[in-house]
């Protein structure tokens, strides 16, 4: 398992993760879009098992000291092994202290979100307001670390 920037040539495999999550996510119609101008401003973080996409995330924030962890996803077939971590340590390895990270999350009311939550406040992120629902209608909260 390797974490790397994405390259043009993991879209496919990862445009796979994006349909295997999007009954949870609920539809992503520009997620192609997104991902490709992401890849190509290295802000796209694949984790990878051989030359399959295991879970990918994309980062961002309008500055230094407001970053963002904008999507992250883990296949089903390898959660549990360490994917999701490795990325959030990738992601707080680029947003270097001080500065504030923040990402949405799923409700504490959603049983299928509850292993992110747990891996979020396992890193120090704090939940905090709700916020819209996501488009298939689930609750989404913000989730933010303060890093001194």
Do not use: K
């Not at 990738?90 to 947003?95: Q, S, V």
Request: proline content about 7%.
């Amino acid at each position: 398992m390797t974490v790397a920037v994405a390259t043009r040539s993991h879209i496919a495999s990862w445009l796979d993760l994006v349909a295997e999550v999007e009954p949870l996510f609920g539809p992503m119609p520009d997620f192609e879009q997104t991902l490709r101008r992401n890849v190509d401003r290295g802000s796209a973080f694949c984790c990878l098992t051989g030359d399959r996409v295991a879970g990918g995330m994309l980062l961002g924030g309008p500055t230094r000291s407001d970053r963002w962890i904008r999507w992250l996803a883990v296949a089903a077939r390898d959660r549990r092994r360490g994917v999701g971590a490795a990325l959030v340590e990738t992601a707080l390895g680029i947003f270097r202290p001080p500065c504030t990270v923040s990402l949405h999350t799923f409700g504490d009311d959603n049983p299928d979100g509850q292993a992110a939550r747990r891996l979020y406040r396992r890193y120090g992120f704090e939940p905090r307001e709700m916020v819209e629902p996501g488009p298939e209608g689930g609750s989404r909260q913000l989730f933010v670390l303060s890093r001194a």
